[in-house]
């Protein structure tokens, strides 16, 4: 059996644009490798760590709140390299791995992991070995040494919970509170779905904000018998340009369009990054962040751009807390 998860988890996302096409990466700097190929980025409260194969890679999710002495549990995403043509092939060669926590070894294909970080431990180190016990990649994971202080009293009620009023459609989202820092004790469900739960500590749980959801939906959390419900609204924000490839020294328009909006009470900021400043440049800086008003359930942002270099125009695009 082929089980599928997630694969797209950007809180930021990495837009190519042109005139007519858009294009949306799930890690912003995929390209950016390590000489291990082992790449951890943070994103939506938690650690994900990507160890790049030529059969795919294997991301390990974990909250980014570690502490000394939570218990704490994590998931492991096989994402098979469609591009080979032997999917299945690929995906049960990464399933074959054994991804190392701190020396503890959990068969990938368990796809989660628990484990008790030590009083004493002020890093967890990760490995990702072959079938054959050869080392694909490592990378090491910072713990804090005492826990952040108690978000609640002992006894939780609802009111102990705080859920998210909006996440990046498709990305990672988190509830904070008292929880086991076992997500089977966990379930968050979206318009009455269940959602994919990427990890969870003593103070939080990560899970994804559906792809489809685009303006409000109603979120539950249930943690050990307790429920708290509210309203959560999925963001998409893109960009297009009329960039022209080859062409320099003119000045072009950069069109910000954020849809989703609805029955948001408070505006929001949207951080905009111009990631090949080598190509162009922002007027008025590479790195802006704009207020998006949230009186209706869309908003449109022009800025413009000069082009100083052949080249593709990307983008790397946040919402700002």
């Given at each position: 059996m082929h089980l599928k998860f997630p694969t797209c988890k950007t809180v930021g996302l990495c837009v190519i644009a042109t005139s007519t096409l858009i294009y949306f990466f799930q890690h912003p700097f995929a390209k950016a490798e390590s000489p291990n190929n082992t790449i951890t980025t943070t994103m939506g409260g938690a650690y994900f760590t990507d160890f790049y194969t030529n059969k795919g890679r294997v991301e390990v999710c974990l909250p980014d709140?570690?502490?000394?002495?939570?218990?704490?549990t994590g998931s492991v995403i096989v994402v098979p390299d469609e591009k080979k043509g032997k999917r299945e092939a690929a995906e049960d060669v990464l399933n074959g791995c054994v991804i190392e926590v701190a020396g503890e070894p959990t068969p990938v294909s368990q796809h989660k992991f628990k484990y008790v970080v030590p009083a004493s431990q002020s890093l967890i180190t990760l490995i990702l070995r072959n079938s054959a016990g050869v080392q694909i990649g490592t990378t090491k994971i910072p713990v804090s040494p005492a826990p952040p202080a108690e978000t609640s009293a002992s006894e939780p009620t609802p009111d102990s919970y705080h859920l998210p009023t909006?996440?990046?459609?498709g990305s990672p989202a988190q509830c904070t509170g008292p929880f086991s820092g076992d997500f089977a004790n966990t379930q968050i469900k979206v318009?009455?779905?269940?959602?994919?739960?990427y990890c969870e500590s003593p103070r939080k749980v990560v899970f994804k904000c559906p792809s489809d959801l685009v303006g409000p939906g109603q979120i539950e959390l249930t943690e050990r018998g307790i429920t708290k419900r509210g309203t959560m609204n999925g963001l998409r924000a893109?960009?297009?340009?009329?960039?022209?490839h080859g062409t320099v020294g003119y000045t072009t328009a950069i069109y910000v369009h954020v849809d989703g909006l609805l029955g948001l009470k408070t505006p929001l900021k949207l951080k905009i990054e111009n990631t090949n400043p080598g190509t162009f440049t922002m007027v008025g800086g590479n790195v802006q962040t704009i207020s998006?008003?949230?009186?209706?359930?869309?908003?449109?942002y022009t800025l413009s751009a000069n082009s100083i270099?052949?080249?593709r125009t990307t983008f790397k695009l946040s919402w700002v807390d």
């Open positions: 709140d570690l502490s000394a002495g939570d218990t704490l909006y996440s990046s459609s318009d009455d779905k269940p959602r994919f739960i893109t960009i297009k340009t009329q960039y022209r998006v008003p949230t009186g209706s359930s869309t908003y449109d270099n052949p080249g």
